[in-house]
Antibody
Framework: QVQLQESGPGLVKPSETLSLTCTVSGGSISGYYWSWIRQPPGKGLEWIGYIYHSGSTNYNPSLKSRVTISVDTPKNQFSLKLTSVTAADTAVFYC????????????WGQGTLVTVSS | SYELTQPPSVSVSPGQTARITCSGDTLPKHYAYWYQQKPGQAPVLVIYKDTERLSGIPERFSGSSSGTTVTLTISGVQAEDEADYYCQSADSSGTYVFGTGTKVTVL
């Protein structure tokens, strides 16, 4: 059973860049799409974007100008960068697996809370 | 981008039936998926392709579709079903969207 684990700073200052990494264990990162999803405290889920193991990406249009997702296949990791953060970006960030485009998120990490505050 | 609309809350007594709707203009063309999220936990996929129940998900969970609305039905609700439920869909370009979420309360 594949497992996903998010890691990164829990506190980021306004206007700076949020960076998170998701490590995939128990299976290969190849052959799947890997996604980031966020959930502000007490609110709903928002899809951020995904990357294929080859490096092709697709982002939420509302976040596209600030988001970069990258993949490191040898390390079985993929990463998220979100620039120019504000308090509105405070959220639990989840990484998740997708088997194919338009398929659902079938495996999730436990999530990590990132707070944007000075 | 498109939207998926759910009722904010549904309340149901144990043993009764809970129905959670998800409405969106693109649902006649694209499949919907349902997730259950309990407090402090990641979402768990329970229904895929509108009506298919994942292995290990209790039979009391079922999905249906009609036009621009998909419905998650929990028959014989149990206390452990108290959670937030989200629908989700994706268009052919791979742009994903989640529904607004529904909190199910077991009275």
């Amino acid at each position: 059973q594949v497992q996903l684990q998010e890691s990164g700073p829990g506190l980021v200052k306004p206007s700076e860049t949020l960076s998170l990494t998701c490590t995939v264990s128990g299976g290969s990162i190849s052959g799947y799409y890997w996604s980031w999803i966020r959930q502000p405290p007490g609110k709903g889920l928002e899809w951020i974007g995904y990357i294929y193991h080859s490096g092709s990406t697709n982002y939420n249009p509302s976040l596209k100008s600030r988001v970069t997702i990258s993949v490191d296949t040898p390390k079985n990791q993929f990463s998220l960068k979100l620039t120019s953060v504000t308090a509105a970006d405070t959220a639990v960030f989840y990484c998740a697996r997708v088997r194919a485009v338009a398929e659902p998120f079938d495996q999730w990490g436990q999530g990590t809370l990132v707070t944007v505050s000075s | 981008s498109y939207e998926l609309t759910q009722p904010p809350s549904v309340s149901v007594s144990p043993g009764q039936t809970a129905r959670i709707t998800c409405s969106g203009d693109t649902l006649p063309k694209h499949y919907a998926y349902w997730y259950q999220q309990k407090p402090g936990q990641a979402p768990v996929l329970v229904i895929y392709k509108d009506t298919e129940r994942l292995s290990g998900i209790p039979e009391r969970f079922s999905g249906s579709s009609s036009g621009t609305t998909v419905t998650l039905t929990i028959s014989g609700v149990q206390a452990e079903d108290e959670a937030d439920y989200y629908c989700q869909s994706a268009d052919s370009s791979g742009t994903y969207v989640f529904g607004t979420g529904t909190k199910v309360t077991v009275l």
